[in-house]
């Protein structure tokens, strides 16, 4: 069975990530192969299987809802590319 | 040379102050300047910090001596540049985070520094550990100590050179799909994944959140257990971690008798599925060897079955990349790392990460956001966590039945740079020994077996254990290691 073509073009500005042509055409191939490879999971019957999200499986961790020390403010910032007054810079988002 | 020492030899020396943690520390770096050049291992090291610390333990071990609270007090342990630790560079093997420095230190780091551990360096990795051969680094590729034309295994390539070539007494990796395991047997040392929830994951930098785990690499396996009981244990920063006590991993090494380990009555599992097509001679004759050394060493040798063994690397590939195309979301250029401008937030993210990736990280994003995009879900995500489902119960129901599990832990020994980095497929197949242990969420350990003729290249046997059976992982290694040689064994650097 065939694997359906990947739109790289697509995909990739679902996952914010900007791709020169050539690499495009590039993992366009590679993307191709490997999903006709990972077909061969279509061989098995799986109708009843519960899905494994996690093999270890603890459900509802929760903590007290106490205030608890946490990072220092600068050192939060600090590995920031734009910082002004104690915040990030980001580009203007509302006209 | 003291840099060539295991953890338990040196451990009683430092007490007795025959040698100090300076001359350990001085020793390795002595050392990685005579050989990194070769093998590239440390992306950094920052020597005047690592001989401060060990000073600082010369002063403890001056005051107190042995301490059991302190079981690594004046050790030298080198760091994988996927774990957080304060004040020191993290770049993941990566160009996005910049100059990043962390301003915190991983649970594991932590851990460590309590112990009295020297924590020194940043090794070398596939990019963001999304890789089998470390030749995905921003930074260059790691070479391998016997060879210095052929890869290290991956993604922990750096930690696995660095304690072989003896340039540190241990390290700590991260092992997603086999990064510590496949690495230690290319390399010759032990590389231990401990099961999923042993060790805390606060500090390590998320790639496939229910698959990562971090584990040690060492010399031997006391030294493995010797590590584990430090960095092992429930942590209330990570939900995944599991409460479970951490046992004397060490004494487990030689179970109830005091005449040595006690292997004799274990059940091993060997099964018919990983014996079979692409296994290399040399590999299936060293691992034969061995499992009639566990024969010899009175365990009892039992035939079974993975029947899905087939399938893990198909539903490794969309588990690991669907996670991690949600977890390297955060690489986006606004709180940390490098950022490439954009006219607005969207365009900023896109040449960010475009700018910033490199090419396997780029293709297991674009792979992983597909599988989980609109339409395909239910065909290849969903699908994968049902076989990942039939996978585990081959794991489980084995384990009814014997008490750990032999295979190969890498169907070659290392390959060439350059073999397979331009046919990920290819790649991605090297892992098909170490890939089913983090989907089922079990242990497992590497450890030397032999080796192959021209060239002579290590050869690596991987134990599998059950959900939090390291001890026993742990004993038969010991005794196996007891009864060979391969461990001893060094690289002609």
Known sequence: MAAAEIDVKYVAHLARLA???????????????ILGYIEKLKELDIGTVEPTAHAMPLVNVTRPDEIRPSLPHEDALRNAPARANGLFIVPKIVE | MLNQLTISELAPRLARREVSAREVMQSCLDQIARVDGKIHAFISHNDADALTQ???????????????????????????????????????????LGRFVSPYDATVIEKLKAAGAIVFGRLNMDEFAMGSSTENSAFGATHNPWDQTRIPGG???????????????????????????QPAALCGCVGLKPTYGRVSRYGLVAFASS?????????DIRDAATMLAVIGGHDARDSTSVPQ????????????????????????????????????????????????????????????????????????????????SANLARFDGIRYGA?????????????????????????????????????????????????????????????EQVDAIV?????????????????PLQMYLSDIFTISCNLAGICGVSLPCGFTQNPK?????????????????????????????????????
Request: aromatic content about 6%; overall charge neutral.
């Open chain 2, 211 to 219: 698959l990562d785990q971090i584990g040690a690499f060492t010399k």
């Open chain 2, 54 to 96: 060990a000073e600082a333990a010369d002063q403890l071990l001056a005051q107190s001596g042995r301490d059991a609270g302190r079981p690594l007090l004046g050790v030298p342990v080198a760091i994988k540049d996927v774990i957080a630790v304060k004040n020191q560079p993290l770049n993941c093997g990566s160009k996005i």
């Open chain 1, 19 to 33: 791709l020169t042509p050539d690499e495009e055409r590039k993992l366009g191939a590679q993307l191709d192969n």
């Open chain 2, 155 to 181: 993604s922990s390539g750096g930690s696995a050179a660095a304690v072989t070539a003896d340039e540190t007494i241990a390290a700590l990796g991260s092992d997603t799909g086999g990064s510590i395991r």
């Open chain 2, 407 to 423: 295979t190969p832990t890498s169907p070659t020994a290392a390959f060439k740079i350059g073999e397979k980095s331009d046919d």
């Open chain 2, 245 to 324: 006590p951490v046992p004397d991993y060490a004494a487990a090494l030689t179970g109830t008798s005091p005449d040595g380990p006690i292997v004799k009555g274990l059940k091993l599992g060997l099964p018919k599925e990983y014996m079979v097509g692409g296994l290399d001679a040399a590999v299936k004759a060293a691992v034969d060897a061995a499992v009639k050394q566990f024969g010899k060493l009175g365990a009892e040798i039992v035939e079974i079955s993975l029947p899905h063994t087939d399938y893990a690397v198909a539903t490794y590939y969309i588990i690991a990349t669907a996670e991690a």
């Open chain 2, 457 to 493: 290249l290590p050869i690596g046997l991987q134990l599998l254990g059950k959900p939090f059976g390291e001890e026993i992982l742990l004993r038969l290694g010991h005794a196996y290691e007891q009864s060979t040689p391969w461990h001893r064994e060094k690289p002609p650097l």
């Open chain 2, 339 to 399: 950022r490439v401008d954009g006219a607005d937030p969207i365009e900023l993210y896109g040449r960010t990460r475009g700018a910033g990736f490199g090419a396997e990280v780029k293709r297991r994003i674009i792979l992983g956001t597909y599988v989980l995009s609109s339409g395909y879900y239910d065909a290849y995500y969903l699908r994968a966590q049902k076989v990942r489902t039939l996978i585990r119960h081959d794991f489980l129901k084995a384990f």
